[in-house]
């Protein structure tokens, strides 16, 4: 799994042009050193998950704002897929799945499901987003109209305010589901 350097690249120059900084300012905030920054703003480079944090508190944004891909309609992140960054000093490796908007409420459900009758929801209030993690099993999830087969470790988000479904594939299938309004 590699790291989105190309995305990381592209929201280092955009909030350290936002916050009105010089590549030498964060860099010296951050600790590293501005042939380095400059190497990670070019989309070059391996950055670890402590120069990352380090830059991030530099420009006093969360972590995760470094790692926001583009906002697709649905999004699918296989197991073993998606922007990663590892520790240098620990076996320790963080994938982004989602962000959380401003002001946004998320609430977190555990789901256990089996096959027979499709869990087909009505649409939600608009912006509704709702994020699923497959943690047993596999399931067909997603719009109604173009749902993604998912197996143990996999990713999905869809718009909610539109109808979707949610179809246990195997027995004792089990998933986090994430619900978004804003």
Not at 131 to 136: P, V
């Amino acid at each position: 799994m590699s790291q989105p350097i190309s995305v990381i690249s592209k929201g280092l120059v955009r909030e350290r042009q936002r916050a009105g900084l010089s590549l030498a300012e964060v860099a010296r905030r951050a600790g590293i050193a501005k042939s380095t920054l400059s190497q990670l703003e070019a989309g070059n480079g391996n950055p670890s998950l402590e120069t990352l944090w380090a830059l991030c508190v530099a420009l006093n944004i969360p972590f995760a704002r470094l790692m926001e891909p583009e906002v697709n309609k649905m999004q699918v992140i296989r197991r073993g897929e998606g922007p990663a960054v590892v520790a240098e000093l620990a076996d320790y490796k963080a994938v982004l799945l989602a962000t959380c908007p401003p002001a946004a409420r998320r609430d977190i459900y555990l789901l256990t499901t089996q096959p027979g009758a499709d869990r087909i929801s009505s649409p939600h209030p608009q912006g509704s987003v709702e994020h699923i993690i497959i943690t047993q099993g596999r399931a067909l999830v997603g719009l109604v109209d173009s749902p993604v087969e998912l197996n143990a470790g996999d990713y999905i988000s869809y718009p909610a305010d539109v109808e979707h479904i949610f179809r246990a594939l195997e027995p004792d299938t089990m998933a986090v589901l994430v619900s978004e309004q804003s």
